[in-house]
């Protein structure tokens, strides 16, 4: 079965300061990997995700994410941080060999951005 | 446009009630979600619908029946439920399988917060 693990329950960074927040991931197949963010009582928003290709991928509000097949993990990043970007960030892996419409969610990372 | 909406926003009922949650998306996606998402936890996955057929059951309790009159719509009824069901409700949808060259991500509605007292 897939899972995803994200170690950190928080990340506590200053704004301007470049921020990362992990996840680790174990799969069959090919890993279909994904980050959303999560603003307090609203649904999950996808930030971006990697399919196959180019092991940096971009994805929104200067959000990036490396894929690294030898380190299974799929670390989410931002070059310089917002107060703004504080939130609940989720990573995920979306099933590949059953059930493909299945997709599984780490604990996620509560990121606070401090002024 | 990647919108999926949702109604109510806020939802109370007591146990004894029968209400539904509502769900729309517009996007032609032919697979359809309900999680279930309590405070600072991940989403717990309840149902799923592909081509309007349910085809995951997450051994979800009965007072929870799910519906999906349309490719467009997805409804959860609720009858008879538990203070402990009371949780942010999500919709979801996305392309239904993983062919080559479609998009894969899940797209989510902004939730309805149910409490049942």
């Known amino acids: 079965a897939q899972s995803v693990a994200q170690p950190e329950d928080q990340v506590n960074v200053a704004e301007g300061n470049p921020l990362t927040v992990k996840c680790t991931y174990s799969?069959?197949?090919?890993?279909?990997l994904f980050w959303y963010v999560q603003y307090p009582n609203r649904g999950l928003q996808f930030l971006l995700k990697?399919?196959?290709?180019?092991?940096l991928v971009k994805g929104s509000y200067g959000f990036e994410a490396e894929f690294n097949k030898s380190q299974t993990s799929f670390h989410l990043k931002k070059p310089s941080a917002l107060v703004s970007d504080s939130a609940l960030y989720f990573c995920a892996v979306r099933e590949t060999r059953y059930n493909f419409n299945k997709f599984y969610f780490g604990s996620g990372t509560k990121l606070n951005v401090k002024p | 446009d990647t919108e999926v909406t949702q109604t109510p926003k806020h939802l109370v009922m007591g146990m004894t009630n029968k209400k539904s949650l509502k769900c729309e998306q517009h996007?032609?996606?032919?697979?359809m979600y309900w999680y279930k998402q309590k405070a600072k936890k991940p989403p717990e996955l309840m149902f799923v619908y592909s081509y309007e057929k349910l085809s995951i059951n997450e051994s979800v309790p009965s007072r929870f029946s799910p519906e999906c009159p349309n490719s467009s719509l997805l409804n959860l009824h609720l009858h008879a439920l538990q203070p402990e069901d009371s949780a942010l409700y999500l919709c979801?949808?996305?392309?239904?399988?993983?062919?080559?060259?479609?998009?894969?991500?899940?797209?989510f509605g902004p939730g309805t917060r149910l409490t049942v007292t």
């Open positions: 979801a949808s996305s392309q239904a399988g993983i062919s080559e060259g479609k998009a894969l991500e899940q797209y």
């Open positions: 996007m032609g996606h032919r697979a």
């Open positions: 990697y399919i196959t290709g180019d092991n």
């Open positions: 799969v069959s197949g090919n890993p279909y």
